[in-house]
Nanobody
Framework: QVQLVESGGGLVQAGGSLRLSCVAS????????MGWFRQAPGKEREFVAA????????SYTESVKGRFTISRDNAKNTLYLQMNSLKPEDTAVYYC????????????WGQGTQVTVSS
């Protein structure tokens, strides 16, 4: 079992930056992929970015390409999401998630951190 704890959310003006962190603990050696998702009020949760822990391949949803960067500090068991040039439409609760080897879906989730971008 893996526990994920996000932090770093807050209120920022449009054009500003935030860095989200996600600290993982527990059976982290079973993890193949880590990702960030977000859910805006009244909308379904959507994929934001993912990082393969073997090889380091990254993927992003189109709307954040060039603005967001996903990365990981292995020594700290921490996943990051650097968010630059933030827009009001980026306002959402952001969730960190992990996928275990052989799984076709994300198996464990953090509690979420609120990001609010004012115009």
């Amino acid at each position: 079992q893996v526990q994920l704890v996000e932090s770093g959310g807050g209120l920022v003006q449009a054009g500003g930056s935030l860095r989200l962190s996600c600290v993982a603990s527990g059976r982290t050696f079973d993890t193949s992929t880590m990702g960030w998702f977000r859910q805006a009020p009244g909308k379904e949760r959507e994929f934001v970015a993912a990082l393969s822990l073997i090889g380091g391949r990254t993927s992003y949803t189109e709307s954040v390409k060039g603005r967001f960067t996903i990365s990981r500090d292995n020594a700290k068991n921490t996943l990051y999401l650097q968010m630059n040039s933030l827009k009001p439409e980026d306002t959402a609760v952001y969730y960190c998630a992990g996928q275990t080897w052989g799984s076709r879906s994300y198996d464990y989730w953090g509690q979420g951190t609120q990001v609010t971008v004012s115009s």
